[in-house]
Every structure is written in structure tokens, then in C-alpha cells.
């Protein structure tokens, strides 16, 4: 009996091998499995496998150590400060911990009580990172552990969350200018910490998806390739609530008298986030649908929107006197148009996914030949 192996790639770009049965002692057949498969998921001789017959006959095999209930899921780790020193490696240690899925970490000295400045800083990167709590503190000991499932949102969810938020920090830009109230800027920083919250929380289960894939099915990722394009998805739209944060806090330090002066200012801001709302909205429609057209259309507008953009602060700087003014509106366009380019990259997105099966949401447009 011989053993060939044919190498393919599915539609989603996962590995294929069409390999012959062996015969095995008087009735047994085995396979042999691609070497390149058990490194990626770490099976060696002895290790356990599950084999699941699906509803089309096919057979599955799945790692046994690929389960919800995985060690790894669960692990422990402690942080020692006298040997970090530096409190800003601290917190950065307990980000990473947080992301790649970590739920404790014990933060301990055992030279001397953990000093107030220290508490204050811990206490400062938890409030970032959702569900990671304090659940025990001593003098010279803190417990953390994260209470969120990792499983209960899915990666949609947590998308059209964040921009949900954003379209928030617009809004309360418009009111700002339309009502003449810069009191709701202030609004802006905590819809941004809040952001940031789903930012990490999003990254954490991305990376624990990548650790344990039996998790990907829980949170509405298809396939691993959605991985790298998730992550950026999620990074750009933290960058927009960074933008919309700084346009902020530059309006609040301008003089709101020499801002009310510039009518033209006004107008063409209220104009622009007119449509940068709608831009939102669509963006959403064409992530949840995998719309390509919708996606198109977006990145045809936001090139359009970028152009509008400087030609309007062209405009406006040629008529001002006043240099600091000038320069806070040369840097709420600039950041205006940084935040509509993040919202192309996620039609981007869309677009390259979209190619995984062509003739899926194509109509028609593109497909794969036969």
C-alpha cells in the first residue's frame, strides 16, 4: 500500500493533505497527520486527540488539550517588585499578563510593604483593563484577577461597541460647537478611557484565541486569518478615540471667544462630522455584512472627506490673525482627518476578508474559477 500526500489550500487558506490509509495490524487503518499541523498545535507521540463525526460524514480531529478547560487559560504568576524597581515596568507587566490571558497575578515584596505610590499606579492600570480586579490585599501582597469571561462578548459586539463610543465623542463635538458649550468636551476623556477598556479587553481575547482556538468559535472568528485583521480593526479605532480625545483637549485650551469669531470654522466642523457620523454608521453596516461595495464606497468617501478637509483649513488659515488659534484649527482638521482614515482601514478590512470565498458577498463582482 503507498502513502501519497497532496498539498492544497482550502478557500480560508487552511492546509489540506490528501494522504492514503494505512493498514494497521489485521483490521486497523491509521493516517498520518502534517507534520506542520501538530507543530501548530502542539500534539506530540502519546498526546490525546478527539475524533468527531460531522453531519456530512467528514471526520474531525481536534486536540484534546484544545478545550475551555485549558491549564494555560487559568495561569498564575507573580510579580515581584524588589526585583522590577521601575514602576512603569510594573504596569506593563501587568498589561501583558492581562492580554495574553493570564487571570491571576500576585504582586508581592518580601523586603518591605508595598509603598503608596506603587498601590496608586496599580490601581491606575487596572481601571484600563476591564474585569481585572483586586480580590486580596496586604501590606506586602496584592492579589489580581480578571472576573470577565473572555467568551461572553464577541469580537462584533465588541467593534460595533467601540464605535458606538466614537460616534458618541463626535456628537458631543458637534453639540460643542452648535450650542456654543464646551462643557461637553469634558464628556470626551471618559468616553475615551472607556474605549480603551474595550481595546484591551478585545486584545486580550485575541491573543487567548490564538493561545487556544477552541475559543474562536465562542467570539465569532471564522477562521485564524481574521486574527491579524481583528487586531488591526480593533488599533485603529483606538487611535480614532485618541484623536477625537486630543481635538478635545486642544478646543478646551483654545480661546472659545476667537473660536466663535471664525464662523466659517464652525460651519465647516459641523459640516465635516455630519459626515463623519454617517461614515461611522456605514462602516459598521460593512463590517457586520462583509459588504464590499459598502467598503468601497467608504474609502471613496473618506479620500473625498480628506480632501475637503485640508481645502477648508486652507481657506480658513488665509483669513485668521491670530497664530494660536490658528494653529488649534490646523490641528483639530489634521486629527479630523486621521480619524477618518481609521475608519477606511476597517473597509480595508472588509475587503480583504472578503476574498477568503469570493463569490460569498461578491455578487457576482469577482469569483473564484472552477
Known sequence: MYLYVIYLRSCGGALMAVRTLL????????????????????????????????????????????SLSDETLRA?????????????????????????GNDTVTIISKKSVIPPHTLKSVREVISKLRGFEIIEQRPDLIVLQCMTDATKFSMENLVGRLLALILSMVDYVKKAFDEGKMEYLKEIPFL??????????????????Q????????????????????????????LAGDYLEE?????LRAQW?????CEAFRKAISNLVDQIEDIIGDTLRAFNGLDIFLANEILER???????????????????????????????????????????VVCEVVINRSME??????????YREV
Open 23 to 66: 493498514k494497521l495490524g489485521k483490521s486497523s487503518l491509521v493516517v498520518v497527520l502534517p507534520k506542520d499541523w501538530l507543530r501548530e498545535v502542539g500534539l506530540r507521540s502519546g498526546d490525546k486527540v478527539l475524533v468527531k463525526q460531522e453531519e456530512d460524514g467528514s471526520l474531525k480531529i481536534i486536540p484534546a488539550n484544545m
Open 76 to 100: 498564575r504568576v507573580v510579580v515581584n517588585l524588589d526585583k522590577c524597581g521601575d514602576e512603569k515596568l510594573v504596569q506593563r507587566l501587568l498589561v501583558a499578563n492581562y492580554l495574553i
Open 192 to 209: 475615551e478611557d472607556e474605549l480603551d477598556r474595550i481595546y484591551w479587553f478585545g486584545v486580550r481575547q485575541l491573543l487567548m484565541v
Open 211 to 238: 493561545r487556544n482556538r477552541a475559543l474562536a468559535k465562542f467570539v465569532g472568528i471564522e477562521s485564524a486569518l481574521h486574527i491579524v485583521g481583528n487586531r488591526t480593526i480593533l488599533k485603529v479605532l483606538e
Open 247 to 251: 481635538i478635545a483637549k486642544d478646543l
Open 257 to 261: 471667544e476667537q473660536l466663535e469669531k
Open 302 to 344: 473618506v479620500a473625498q472627506l480628506e480632501k475637503q478637509i485640508h481645502e477648508n483649513a486652507e481657506k480658513i488659515l488665509l483669513g485668521l490673525s491670530d497664530v494660536k488659534t490658528g494653529g488649534i484649527i490646523m490641528k483639530v482638521f489634521t486629527r479630523l482627518v486621521d480619524m477618518a482614515k481609521s475608519l477606511g
Open 357 to 366: 470565498e469570493p463569490g460569498r458577498m461578491a455578487r457576482g463582482c469577482i
